[in-house]
C-alpha cells in the first residue's frame, strides 16, 4: 500500500488535515507547536469516480478501490537535520513513505502560533525542503565512503552507484531536492534504492483560511506556491482548508456535497490531496466478465509507485 508521509512546519495543521483524510479524530490537534510527537498513522480509501466508470466498461460487479496509508508527522524545524526541535529521529518516519505531502500555512489567524512568524509559505517550503536536501547529503556522503572501495574493485554496479552519488552531492550542495535531478530510468530505481528524503514526490497542501476556499487560486500565499513549485521543485500543489474539512467528519458523503456547495466549493481538498498520489484506474480485461475487478492504483509510469496486484 502507498505510504503518504504528512510533514511541515509546527501548527500548520498537519494534524488538522490528517483527521480530515482519515475521517477521525485520531490525532491531537492543538494550538501549539510540536503538539504531534508520535507519528499518527491511518489508511484512506481513496474516492475515485473513474474506477465505476471502468466498471460499466468491463461489465464486473468488483471494485477495488485504491488505499493510502497516511503518516501524520511532528513538525519540522530549521536545523532538525542536526538535531534542532523534536530532532532528526522524524526525519527517519519520513523515510519510511513514498511521497510526501507537505503542508503549509497559507492562512492569516493572529490566535494560531507561527513559529516562524509572518505567514510566508515559500520560505516554509524552503525551511522544509533544505532539512531533507542536508539530511541527503549527509546520507550520500556516508554512502560514497562506503561504496568507493567496491566501486574501485571493479564493481559494475558500485560504479554506476558512485557515479550517481557523485552527481548528487553538487546538486544537494545547491539546495536543489533530489527529484529534480536529471535521471535515466536505471538511475531513477537507484535514487529510490538510496531512500533519500527528497527524492520522494511531494504535493504541497496550501491550507487557506475558511473563507478563502472558493477562491484559493486566487490566494496570493497559493499563488506564490504556485509560482515557486513551477521554476524550482517537481511537484504539485492542492489548495485545502483543513480547519473545514475537518468540520465534514461527522456530515454524511451528501451533506458534506451540500456544505461545500454553500461555499462555492465543487470538490473536498481532501479528494484532491488523496487523488493527487494515485493516478490510474486499471480494469483488467483478460477474464470473463463475472472474474474481472476494477483496480484501482498508482501510475505505474513512476518505478515507485505500482499497481496492487491483483
Ligand atoms: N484558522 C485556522 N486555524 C487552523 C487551520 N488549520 C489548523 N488550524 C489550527 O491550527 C492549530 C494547529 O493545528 P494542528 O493540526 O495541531 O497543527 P500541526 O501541524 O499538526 O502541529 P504540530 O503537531 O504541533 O506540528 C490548531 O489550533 C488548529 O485548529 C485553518 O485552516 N484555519
Ligand atoms: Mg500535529
Do not use: W
Not at 480509501?45 to 473513474?50: G, L, M, S, Y
Not at 528524503?197 to 496550501?206: D, E, M, R, T
Amino acid at each position: 500500500m502507498l505510504k503518504a508521509g504528512i510533514v511541515g512546519l509546527p501548527n500548520v495543521g498537519k494534524s488538522t488535515l490528517f483527521n480530515a483524510l482519515t475521517r477521525s479524530r485520531k490525532a491531537e490537534a492543538a494550538n501549539y507547536p510540536f503538539c504531534t510527537i508520535d507519528p499518527n498513522v491511518g489508511v484512506v480509501i481513496v474516492p475515485d469516480e473513474r474506477a465505476y466508470v471502468l466498471k460499466a466498461i468491463a461489465k464486473t460487479n468488483v471494485v477495488v478501490p485504491a488505499a493510502i496509508e497516511f503518516v501524520d508527522i511532528a513538525g519540522l524545524v530549521a536545523g532538525a537535520s542536526k538535531g534542532e526541535g523534536l530532532g532528526n529521529q522524524f526525519l527517519a518516519n519520513i523515510r519510511e513513505t513514498d511521497a510526501i505531502v507537505h503542508v503549509v500555512r497559507c492562512f492569516v489567524d493572529d490566535d494560531i502560533i507561527h513559529t516562524m512568524g509572518a505567514v510566508d509559505p515559500v520560505r516554509d517550503i524552503e525551511v522544509i525542503s533544505t532539512e531533507l536536501v542536508l539530511a541527503d547529503l549527509e546520507s550520500v556522503e556516508k554512502r560514497i565512503s562506503k561504496t568507493q572501495k567496491l566501486a574501485k574493485s571493479g564493481d559494475k554496479d558500485a560504479q554506476a552507484e558512485l557515479a550517481l552519488l557523485e552527481r548528487l552531492v553538487p546538486h544537494l550542495n545547491e539546495n536543489k531536492p533530489a527529484n529534480i535531478l536529471p535521471a535515466t530510468d536505471d538511475e531513477k530505481k537507484l535514487l529510490q534504492f538510496f531512500q533519500l528524503l527528497s527524492a520522494k514526490p511531494v504535493i504541497y497542501a496550501c491550507n487557506v483560511a475558511e473563507g478563502d476556499l472558493a477562491t484559493a487560486e486566487e490566494n496570493p500565499f497559493v499563488k506564490k506556491v504556485a509560482d515557486f513549485v513551477k521554476v524550482h521543485h517537481d511537484a504539485a500543489y492542492v489548495p485545502i482548508s483543513a480547519r473545514i474539512e475537518s468540520e465534514l467528519i461527522d456530515l454524511s458523503p451528501e451533506e458534506a456535497k451540500e456544505f461545500l456547495k454553500d461555499l462555492g466549493v465543487t470538490d473536498s481538498g481532501v479528494s484532491c490531496s488523496s487523488r493527487a498520489p494515485m493516478r490510474s484506474s486499471a480494469c483488467r480485461p483478460t477474464s470473463p466478465p463475472e472474474k474481472r475487478k476494477c483496480v484501482a492504483g498508482p501510475s505505474r509510469k513512476d518505478g515507485r509507485l505500482r499497481r496492487p496486484p491483483a
